[in-house]
């Protein structure tokens, strides 16, 4: 070392002594505990993750002039953050380690703030990583929340082990329209609807399958492929918003009529069946079991004439979980059933998702009702398809569940499968998950651990996506918000995030060609075969009302 | 260039203080004002689109328009920059007059800032487009020109994305007047497949944006009637140089085919020719002329009353009243003016003496939103006062899908939630308008109360409509009468109900309210309704309990004689009215007269 590297060095170590000098304390072993953990946003603390998810990046609420975050875990060395900012960002190399080195394993979140007075240690917070994966990809509409009219609206993945938020279609290529209804089948994204209404280019359903992009000539409302690919049944209805004059939320919304009708990709036709489409009965939010033998669906009855006007007593209606019997080998339909009546729950029972697994049916119950999202009595409530009991017989609490009735029985999974049906009672349980707002829109990961949920548990209006793992005794455990780059990201963001779909690839369809189609002249026409007080499906709803448009 | 700073100083004082672009940023019509955010998310999200960077500059200096004189100075910048560089394309192509004609396409630019349109990124993509062709035609020499040209095409498509394309019909048309016939076969080329590649391909924009962002025909222009207000002054701005270099190149081309012909008629010049010709004349004529006919046009092209319209908003929204009051006589007859005047006239206590000074009709009392019009959204602002919370958030929602996030109805959004209790989503709100120029400050001293004090409504009123009901929703007078039965002393849904009975006519109603007066801390029955009760006294015949309270003699004295001089006339209403309107005009009798009991007949 000449005399100028000596004399280099000197002046750094100066440097570097006098500004330790100037930041008090730079070594928080010495630091003064606090006695309660550091307030963060998101709250992640309790939370169980994915070992696939991206960072979960955050920002402590406490107030100092430097951070320090240790995470520290039983395997692999800690990850160690120092931020003059609150916003802890976690490099993404060494969260990949850390999570693969640690599934099935705590991760421990030790905070250290400096402020006037030295550093503070806030108690440890820890998040638990699930052995399993959550799909990679997850597919939601984006619009703010709007009533009838809309700006900017659009359908967009999200890479959940990155950041990378990719657009699979906007209005911007159909002349503002509305997007919406986007459909997958079996956790892929080779089979998939998506559905427009344009003023300039008409109402379409776009369907993605086998490679192909078709646009559909008819309006699919809420819609569930068939396990096999081929069969897309889906809602026909006459919705109308309407709006309170007081209380938290402002809109609402009702189906004056509604019928299930199913769409057959080979043919290219639309069909019925009786069952699907009673005259007497509004019927919605169809959702096929994975293996493909039962449509499950929500029915409630009609009980008003008028296709034009809000029936009085809107806030009565109130919907059953269904179900009817498929044979896609003969196409024929069964008839249907009662899965959980609503009389039974004093509530409305809609969105049913079953898990891949075939074993769990979750789904929104409300005090009344088709449109849970705008429900702040909206909950998810479990349902265990192999654990029926007879009429007289109910499962016991387990964790996780409400405990309001946990003296009751507890019966195994399965023991009463073999039943006949019309002997089964299913329970429904309120998932301890739930919060004061409303919860909705969910689904499932195709390995039957996760659920994607909206929720607007954090401030009552814009909806959020959570995600929750679901062990395999049906436990759902503490959800944690959608992980943005930005820890701060929802502090500021307009938009709500509405129908969550988990799915294992990303689109690859790209916006150009989905654009393409939607401007296309090009499409199948289709006759709906029945004549009922049920619309026909092509024909545009009359008037302003908005249908699906502005909602969430 | 004295001749030039004379007219844009003379352009900038007139927009300052006449057109005042603070009218404009109010947003009031204006669909497409765009938001603008602090911060590296905003610009990285702007930016990485063909076109971005312009909206992302256009987005910047609109927030100028917040204050009269920034924005004049935005407005006449851009008048100046499109005259400059339409003046060197000109002057490149060799057209006669060109240092005069370049004021066409600036005079334009002026005028539709006058008719009160907005078309900033427009404008933008226009000076981008013609300033990259500058670029090119100084730059282009000798054997260097493609790749300057090619430089040049990539930097504007990627700064102004469809803006590209004129800027490839000038470089076309300036190698047309060299006659380099390879050249402009491979710019046409080249700038039909470069938004495909760069666009679609690369940036993967959808193919129609890709081609007409920021130009005149995109889709988010038109079909939106106030996105295609003074259109033609953007297309003038896009155009005037093309055309320009069109016409001298093709002429030049013409030319050179049949030169003895146009030799052959070439007249002779005369003394008067040759003195028109000379510098000093043709800039005292041409001085003479853009004074003239530029000066002129601009001026006369101010729309009053579109003027005075966005003026009433803008007070309205700042709750200037008494300007208000002032702006609203030259649009008198607009539901949203009626509206901003009955809000004025109750914030400055005079709802109940003088609202008939001033034009009223019943529909402009509570503009609720229901006909889905949200143009002048202060409108909603009486909402808010009043306490129907419900109403006004599902209003101000539409508001911001209509008109984007402008702050002022972000900050209205944050107090009808802080109204409503639901702090969190005030929040949001507040923390999105954290992010803007001008009101960063307020939302974040907001933002600081509410953490200190979770519960707090910002300083929001906190009437609040407490009964729900889905048909009422839209019912003016079922909700003013909802929210005054809740009895917690709402003085202003109070007064909106009288006013509402009175300009419905519904007198015994007006009557019978007369017992709330107590509560409500009336010393006395205000003078319009005095004059309803005794209306419906001498109408009727029937008594009216009047709480204690009594009606004054001179008023007394007055309904005898207008009831005088109605007899007076007998059937001739008209000639009642006439003489009545002298001495009457803005008395409740006379509204009754000329607008109920005409209304019956």
């Not at chain 1, 939370?47 to 975050?69: D, H, K, T």
Request: hydrophobic letters at 40%.
């Amino acid at each position: 070392m000449n005399r100028r590297h000596a004399y280099l060095a000197a002046v750094l170590a100066a440097a570097g002594v006098a500004c330790l000098a100037a930041s008090g304390s730079a070594v928080p072993d010495q630091a003064s505990p606090a006695g309660r953990p550091a307030r963060i946003e998101p709250d992640y603390g309790g939370a169980v993750i994915p070992p696939n998810i991206a960072p979960l990046n955050f920002l402590v609420r406490e107030s100092g002039s430097r951070y320090r975050v240790r995470i520290a875990s039983q395997q692999g060395g800690p990850i160690q953050i120092d931020s003059r900012s609150a916003k802890i960002v976690i490099l993404d190399r060494l969260w990949r380690k850390l999570l693969s080195e640690n599934r099935g394993q705590d991760l421990a979140f030790e905070v250290q703030v400096r402020t006037a007075d030295g550093w503070r240690s806030f108690d440890a917070f820890s998040v638990h990583v699930a052995k399993e994966d959550i799909d990679g990809y997850l597919v939601y509409r984006r619009i703010h929340p709007a009533h009838s009219a809309w700006r900017d609206m659009g359908i967009y993945q999200r890479d959940l082990r990155t950041f990378e938020e990719s657009t699979i279609l906007t209005n911007d290529y159909f002349r503002g329209g509305c997007v919406n209804c986007h459909t997958f089948c079996n956790n892929r994204t080779d089979t998939m609807l998506v559905s427009t209404r344009s003023g300039a280019y008409g109402n379409s359903a776009v369907i993605l399958r086998d490679g192909l992009t078709e646009k559909v000539g008819s309006t699919f409302g809420y819609a569930s492929w068939h396990p096999n690919g081929k069969v897309l049944a889906y809602t026909s209805m006459k919705v109308a918003m309407f709006l309170h004059a007081a209380g938290e939320e402002v809109r609402d919304v009702i189906d004056l009529d509604s019928l299930l009708a199913y769409y057959d990709a080979g043919s290219q036709t639309v069909k019925t069946a009786p069952d699907l489409a009673k005259k007497d009965r509004l019927e919605t939010y169809p959702t096929w079991s994975p293996d493909g033998r039962f449509l499950y669906f929500c029915s409630a009855p009609l009980t008003w004439t008028s296709r034009n006007a809000i029936p009085e007593k809107y806030n009565e209606i109130k919907y059953d979980l269904m179900r009817i019997s498929y044979d896609p080998n003969t196409d024929t339909w069964g008839q249907a059933e009662t899965v959980l009546a609503a009389q039974e729950m004093g509530r409305s029972i809609l969105l049913p998702r079953i898990s891949p697994d075939g074993r769990w049916l979750l789904a929104s119950l409300c005090d009344y009702g088709c449109f849970p999202v705008y429900r702040k009595s909206s909950d998810l409530y479990l349902i265990d398809l192999e654990a029926a009991g007879t009429r007289d017989a109910t499962v016991g609490a387990r964790p996780g569940f409400e405990a309001e009735k946990s003296n009751q029985e507890t019966l195994p999974p399965q023991s009463r499968s073999d039943l006949p049906f019309s002997e089964c009672h299913y329970e429904a349980r309120r998932l301890a998950i739930n919060s004061d707002e409303s919860e909705s829109w969910h689904s499932w990961s195709s390995n039957s651990r996760w659920i994607a949920l909206s929720s607007k548990r954090d401030n009552g209006t814009f909806t959020r996506t959570y995600f929750s793992y679901v062990d395999p005794s049906g436990v759902a455990h503490k959800p944690f918000v959608l992980p943005q780059k930005d820890p701060t990201h929802y502090d500021s963001c307009l938009w709500t995030y509405s129908v969550p779909e988990l799915v294992t690839e990303p689109v690859r369809v790209t916006k150009e060609s989905l654009g393409r189609v939607v401007r296309s002249d090009r499409k199948t026409s289709v006759e709906m075969p029945i004549t009922t007080a049920t619309p026909k499906p092509e024909k545009a709803p009359e008037g302003t009302t908005p249908y699906l448009a502005g909602r969430e | 260039m004295a001749r030039s700073a004379a007219f844009f100083v003379g352009a900038c004082l007139y927009v300052w203080l006449w057109v005042q672009p603070c009218l404009i940023y109010s947003c009031g019509a204006i669909t497409n004002f765009p938001p603008f955010y602090r911060g590296w998310s905003f610009f990285l999200g702007s930016v990485q689109c063909p076109g971005g960077s312009a909206q992302y500059v256009s987005a910047l200096l609109s927030q100028l328009f917040a204050y009269s004189w920034a924005g004049a100075i935005v407005i006449v910048v851009q008048a100046w920059a499109v005259c400059a560089c339409t003046g060197y394309l000109l002057k490149a192509a060799r057209l006669p007059a060109g240092r005069l004609l370049r004021f066409v396409p600036a005079i334009l630019v002026l005028v539709a800032y006058a008719r009160y349109s907005y078309h900033l990124p427009l404008f933008v993509g226009a000076i981008a487009s013609l300033a990259f062709a500058c670029l090119y035609v100084r730059l282009a020499r000798g054997k260097r020109d493609l790749g300057v040209w090619l430089v040049l095409s990539a930097v504007l498509y990627l700064v102004a994305g469809g803006a590209f394309l004129p800027f490839v019909g000038l470089c076309v048309a300036y190698e047309l007047g060299r006659r380099r016939w390879t050249r402009i076969g491979l710019y046409l080329l080249v700038g039909l497949a470069l938004p495909y590649v760069v666009g679609v391909l690369v940036l993967r924009v959808s193919v129609v944006n890709a081609y007409t962002d920021l130009l005149p025909l995109s889709w988010r222009v038109r079909g939106w009637a106030s996105r295609e207000q003074m259109i033609g002054a953007v297309y003038v701005a896009y155009l005037f140089a093309l055309v320009g270099m069109l016409i001298t190149s093709l002429g030049r081309l013409l030319s050179a085919r049949w030169p003895d012909r146009q030799a052959g008629d070439r007249p002779r010049v005369g003394w008067l020719v040759r003195s028109i010709h000379r510098p000093a004349v043709q800039w005292t004529f041409g001085t003479l002329v853009l004074f003239a006919v530029g000066g002129p046009a601009v001026v006369l092209s101010l729309d009053g009353g579109q003027k005075a319209s966005l003026a009433v908003h803008y007070y309205a929204c700042r709750r200037m009243w008494p300007e208000v009051l002032e702006a609203s006589r030259d649009c008198p007859d607009n539901l949203h003016v009626i509206n901003a005047v009955d809000q004025a006239l109750y914030h400055t206590g005079r709802l109940s003496q003088d609202m008939f000074l001033y034009a009223q009709q019943p529909n402009g009392l509570l503009l609720t939103g229901e006909d889905h019009n949200v143009y002048y959204w202060h409108a909603f602002d009486t909402l808010i006062d009043l306490g129907l919370a419900n109403l006004a958030e599902k209003n101000l929602t539409e508001c911001l899908e209509s008109f984007g996030e402008h702050p002022w109805i972000l900050e209205r959004l944050a107090l009808v939630n802080l109204v409503k209790g639901k702090t969190a989503a005030a929040r949001i709100y507040l923390g999105t308008l954290r992010k803007t120029l001008w009101q960063g400050s307020w939302a974040g001293d907001c933002l600081a109360r509410l953490d200190a004090d979770p519960n707090s409504t910002g300083g929001a009123k906190t009437h609040r409509l407490r009964t729900d009901s889905t048909a009422q929703f839209y019912a003016r007078e079922a909700m003013l009468t909802a929210l005054v039965e809740q009895g917690d002393g709402n003085r202003m849904a109070f007064e909106y109900l009288m006013a509402w009975y009175l300009l419905t006519g519904q007198l015994g109603k007006v009557a019978q309210q007369i017992e709330r007066l107590d509560a409500l801390g009336y010393a006395e029955i205000p003078p319009l309704w005095q004059e309803a009760v005794l209306i419906y006294a001498y109408g009727t015949g029937k008594p009216v309990n009047l709480h204690g309270r009594a009606i004054r003699p001179e008023i007394d004295q007055r309904i005898k004689h207008f009831s005088s001089v109605v007899n007076r006339h007998g059937r001739d209403r008209a000639a009642a009215a006439a003489e009545l309107a002298r001495d009457y005009r803005g008395s409740y009798f006379f509204y009754y007269f000329c607008t109920v009991v005409a209304k019956r007949q």
